[in-house]
């Protein structure tokens, strides 16, 4: 992200923020309530058009790609407020990603043969993959809207890990959950970054779990960007220190 502005109305959101994620790393966005973070991921995969800046994705320009668009190029996601299908199972959930893969055109798709039925056995072996990956395996054929918060959390991950992405936006992952389904969450983002070679920015209010995971972390508070460093950076600045706990001069 270069410079990148954002405002709705009379009200900015992100001002002239300018970071970079590097290739295989973990990264975190942090910062209060409001600091703009989501705001900056739906920047990034085409959900919001910047006013002002550039956002580039493999030296491509994204600024004004649409989602579908940027999605193809390799950025999954997962979001704050659950996005999944509740009527359908945890397997159709997964299969559903794969669409953005599908080459065979509508008669292949209506006949079953040749191609469609190649590519569909591929799909399904690779969501397959993932069942096991996240252990997801007891609840492949559950209905997802009678899971727990917790697994829906889970089915999330597999969807956006389903697309085969290079780059994986977490939006609160572990929002919600308890100290052992947090404990796995974090399990299958590291595996995920270290096993399958995928680039992870997560937001999360989770300072423990953002201290252990990130290997750098961006701070965001109001629209600007106050803070970029290692976790041990992060924790001795003073200024991101204030935008948490306040201003021990004035409080």
């Not at 502005?5 to 992100?14: E, T």
């Not at 599908?102 to 993959?129: D, P």
Request: proline share 4%; hydrophobic share 45%.
């Amino acid at each position: 992200m270069e410079h990148v502005a954002l405002g709705f109305g009379g009200l900015a959101v992100l001002n002239n923020v300018s970071l970079a994620v590097r290739p295989g790393e973990r990264a975190a966005v942090i910062g209060p309530n409001g600091a703009g973070k989501t705001s900056l991921l739906n920047c990034i995969n085409g959900f919001y058009h910047p006013g002002a800046g550039r956002i580039r994705y493999r030296g491509r320009d994204i600024t004004r790609a649409a989602p579908y668009d940027i999605a193809r190029l390799g950025v999954g996601r997962t979001f704050q407020n659950i996005e999944l299908f509740t009527g359908a199972t945890v397997l159709d959930n997964l299969l559903l990603a794969r669409h953005r893969h599908i080459r065979y055109g509508l008669l292949a798709a209506a006949l079953y043969y040749g191609r469609a039925q190649a590519e569909e056995t591929l799909h399904r072996a690779r969501v397959e993959e993932v069942i096991d990956f996240l252990e997801l395996e007891p609840i492949r054929h559950a209905t997802v809207g009678g899971l727990p918060y917790g697994r829906r959390k889970r089915v999330e991950l597999g969807r956006a890990l389903a697309t085969d992405p290079t780059l994986l936006l977490l939006d609160e992952p572990m929002a919600g959950m308890t100290i052992e389904e947090k404990q796995d969450m974090v399990r299958f983002i590291v595996d995920a970054n270290e096993a399958l070679g995928i680039t992870v920015l997560l937001i999360e209010h989770d300072m423990g779990v953002v201290m252990d995971v990130a290997h750098r972390v961006f701070v965001l508070d109001f629209g600007d960007l106050i803070g970029e460093g290692t976790p041990e950076e992060i924790r001795a600045n003073r200024r991101v220190v204030r935008a948490y706990l306040g201003d021990e001069e004035t409080a």
